[in-house]
């Protein structure tokens, strides 16, 4: 970690200690976000690491948005993913925005004043994302969308979202991607859906009935949604991988705190070599996982991304996650499995990271197919 970084982590841990974790019991149980965090983390700069000054941001890296993701992640898994897909918003908008767009809508974002969302999955269309059904027919002065979208994170919190819509041929081609606002005719919130984790991120379907998007909010061209949505994932990827990493950090530790406490036998569990053993495993997973997020966030910064590891990163990342939060809860024994300490909360939230962002097994799918393509030249 450079010298910034290590401020930027140094003062996230204190604003996440003091103003995150107090909450995080109650806000789990009562599914409760807090709009003033997100407005407080963005005062402090961290919704716009990556946007360039120009329009608010930090104009910094996705190494350091990694490392300001994974610090949050250790104390609030929620409040990261917000962030993480709100600054996947701000990139969709940097790269693919004309400027007007970026002026009218990255500043509000970069601050933390609103949210932005990403809108591409519907309930038929998961994985197979390409086979969407939600329309957009062009009419005079722009489009008008049709259809709804499923599993929207900051649903009905959000006021920017990116949403992929039809406007042509069946596949990957006829989609297009459009900015649609919060409180557009014909825009509508569905119901707010019920999680095992990410209780304190909305999670909402999004309805569309003949909802008219200007055609200035139209993201480069027709025909672009597919690209827009697939070019935002190559970073989501590595985004979410660090949020992984985060989570795996906090869970480690509170297991190697609570096994030097907790006494059994007349000694402190930590003795017990069947618990080092799984502690030493659950460190050299974290580590390695850090190691290969950190490497794609590298090669992305220097302008050479590598969507194989991006997705081995993703993969990597997140499944340890899953197994060292489980670890974790098996460490803890009896009261690991309460709400009295937060690895059952950490166990629950690590899940879907092994699902969002493409699910792990399309990680393996891509990594396959640029195993193919390598082999094959
Ligand atoms: C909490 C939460 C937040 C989300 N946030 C967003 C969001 O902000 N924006 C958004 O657009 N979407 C979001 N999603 C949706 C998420 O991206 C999808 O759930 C995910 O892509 C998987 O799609 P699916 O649920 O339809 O599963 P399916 O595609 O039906 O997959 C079911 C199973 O089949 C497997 N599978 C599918 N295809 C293949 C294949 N080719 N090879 C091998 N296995 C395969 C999958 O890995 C999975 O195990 C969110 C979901 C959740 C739960």
Same mark, same amino acid.
């Given at each position: 970690?450079?010298?910034?970084?290590?401020?930027?982590?140094?003062?996230?841990?204190?604003?996440?200690?003091?103003?995150?974790?107090?909450?995080?019991?109650?806000?789990?149980?009562?599914?409760?976000?807090?709009?003033?965090? =997100?407005?407080?983390?963005?005062?402090?700069?961290?919704?716009?690491?990556?946007?360039?000054?120009?329009?608010?941001?930090?104009?910094?890296?996705?190494?350091?948005?990694?490392?300001?993701?994974?610090?949050?992640?250790?104390?609030?898994?929620?409040?990261?993913?917000?962030?993480?897909?709100?600054?996947?918003?701000?990139?969709?908008?940097?790269?693919?925005?004309?400027?007007?767009?970026?002026?009218?809508?990255?500043?509000?974002?970069?601050?933390?004043?609103?949210?932005?969302?990403?809108?591409?999955?519907?309930?038929?269309?998961?994985?197979?994302?390409?086979?969407?059904?939600?329309?957009?027919?062009?009419?005079?002065?722009?489009?008008?969308?049709?259809?709804?979208?499923?599993?929207?994170?900051?649903?009905?919190?959000?006021?920017?979202?990116?949403?992929?819509?039809?406007?042509?041929?069946?596949?990957?081609?006829?989609?297009?991607?459009?900015?649609?606002?919060?409180?557009?005719?014909? =825009?509508?919130?569905?119901?707010?859906?019920?999680?095992?984790?990410?209780?304190?991120?909305?999670?909402?379907?999004?309805?569309?009935?003949?909802? =008219?998007?200007?055609?200035?909010?139209?993201?480069?061209?027709?025909?672009?949604?597919?690209?827009?949505?697939?070019?935002?994932?190559?970073?989501?990827?590595?985004?979410?991988?660090?949020?992984?990493?985060?989570?795996?950090?906090?869970?480690?530790?509170?297991?190697?705190?609570?096994?030097?406490?907790?006494?059994?036998?007349?000694?402190?569990?930590?003795?017990?070599?069947?618990?080092?053993?799984?502690?030493?495993?659950?460190?050299?997973?974290?580590?390695?996982?850090?190691?290969?997020?950190?490497?794609?966030?590298?090669?992305?910064?220097?302008?050479?991304?590598?969507?194989?590891?991006?997705?081995?990163?993703?993969?990597?990342?997140?499944?340890?996650?899953?197994?060292?939060?489980?670890?974790?809860?098996?460490?803890?024994?009896?009261?690991?499995?309460?709400?009295?300490?937060?690895?059952?909360?950490?166990?629950?939230?690590?899940?879907?990271?092994?699902?969002?962002?493409?699910?792990?097994?399309?990680?393996?799918?891509?990594?396959?197919?640029?195993?193919?393509?390598? =082999?094959?030249?």
């Amino acid at each position: 970690m450079n010298e910034l970084q290590q401020e930027l982590r140094a003062q996230l841990e204190k604003y996440c200690k003091a103003s995150i974790e107090p909450h995080m019991e109650h806000d789990d149980h009562a599914e409760n976000f807090r709009m003033e965090i =997100f407005n407080e983390l963005g005062s402090l700069g961290f919704t716009g690491i990556t946007t360039a000054e120009d329009y608010g941001g930090m104009g910094l890296g996705y190494q350091d948005l990694c490392v300001a993701l994974g610090e949050i992640a250790k104390y609030s898994v929620s409040y990261a993913v917000t962030i993480s897909v709100s600054s996947m918003v701000q990139a969709i908008l940097n790269e693919f925005g004309n400027e007007d767009q970026k002026q009218k809508y990255l500043p509000a974002l970069a601050s933390g004043e609103e949210i932005g969302a990403f809108a591409l999955s519907e309930s038929h269309s998961g994985s197979d994302a390409a086979g969407l059904k939600t329309t957009a027919k062009k009419v005079e002065g722009g489009y008008v969308l049709n259809g709804t979208k499923m599993w929207i994170t900051s649903g009905g919190v959000a006021k920017t979202y990116i949403v992929m819509a039809r406007t042509g041929e069946e596949g990957p081609k006829g989609i297009s991607a459009f900015i649609v606002r919060d409180g557009m005719d014909g =825009f509508s919130y569905g119901k707010k859906e019920k999680k095992m984790g990410w209780k304190v991120s909305p999670t909402r379907e999004l309805v569309f009935e003949n909802c =008219f998007v200007p055609a200035e909010n139209l993201l480069k061209a027709e025909g672009m949604g597919f690209t827009v949505a697939m070019a935002a994932l190559d970073k989501g990827r590595i985004t979410i991988g660090s949020v992984a990493v985060g989570l795996s950090d906090r869970a480690l530790a509170e297991s190697v705190k609570y096994s030097l406490e907790r006494k059994q036998f007349n000694q402190e569990i930590f003795n017990f070599q069947g618990l080092q053993f799984m502690m030493a495993d659950m460190a050299c997973e974290v580590e390695s996982s850090r190691y290969l997020v950190k490497e794609a966030a590298r090669l992305y910064d220097e302008g050479i991304p590598n969507q194989k590891l991006a997705c081995m990163a993703k993969m990597k990342a997140t499944d340890t996650a899953m197994k060292v939060t489980t670890d974790a809860v098996q460490i803890f024994g009896g009261v690991g499995y309460t709400s009295e300490y937060p690895v059952e909360r950490f166990m629950r939230d690590a899940k879907v990271l092994q699902i969002v962002e493409g699910t792990n097994q399309i990680q393996k799918v891509v990594i396959a197919r640029c195993l193919k393509k390598e =082999f094959s030249n």
